[in-house]
């Protein structure tokens, strides 16, 4: 009788043992999976860059898996002075590696290409008539590169910031002008290619909300 009592006194010990180890198991995952559940996968976010030259760029990411983030960013610019006016829009795509597994306070690198076209009016001074003639200015633009940057979290409502800085290397750049004059021909193709090299610096200094 008394080996009865021991044993059963024994499995009460132990059953509450291993009852207790797994509720104590279950109140430390509830938290894991609360917080991974919180964890932001997407972010809007304004470059501030340009805001007062009246260029405008807007990107959107969505992070998969964790640590690959695909980001698509849409870029408008327009500006008049004097004989000059002139207007772009473009877009680009850029895959992103984030280091910390996580989008928000998490550095990362990746690779872009970004697309460009413009158009502008202009006057230039024709010796022979001497006077100011108009012509019209279409271009385009196309850059690879690569980028580095980090994403700051400000807030845990999902306020961010981030910086990041590359290069992408103009694979094709193309102007046309209307009428179509040797002399301003050649000084807009110059001037075209300055812009595209000049161009190829990926700059963003945005604050945003991530989701």
Known sequence: MKKILVISIMLAISSHGIFAQETEEKAEAAPAASEGSSEKTMAVNVNLGGLGTGSYTVNFEKLLGGAHGIVAEGYFSGSSDGDTTSTAYGG???YRWHFSNVMQSSGFM???GRYLVGNGTG???N??????EEFTLDYSMLWIGANFGKRWKISDSGLNA???????YPVMYDSTTTPSNPTVDDIMDLFT??????????????VGYAF
Request: hydrophobic share 45%; glycine share 16%; net charge neutral.
């Open 193 to 206: 290619g300055i812009v595209a090299y000049i161009g190829g610096v990926d700059l963003e200094v945005s």
């Open 162 to 168: 981030v910086f990041r800085i590359g290069y992408g």
């Open 127 to 132: 010796s022979l008539t001497n006077q100011k």
């Open 123 to 125: 006057k230039w001074d």
């Open 110 to 112: 990746g690779i872009f």
């Open 92 to 94: 680009a795509l850029h």
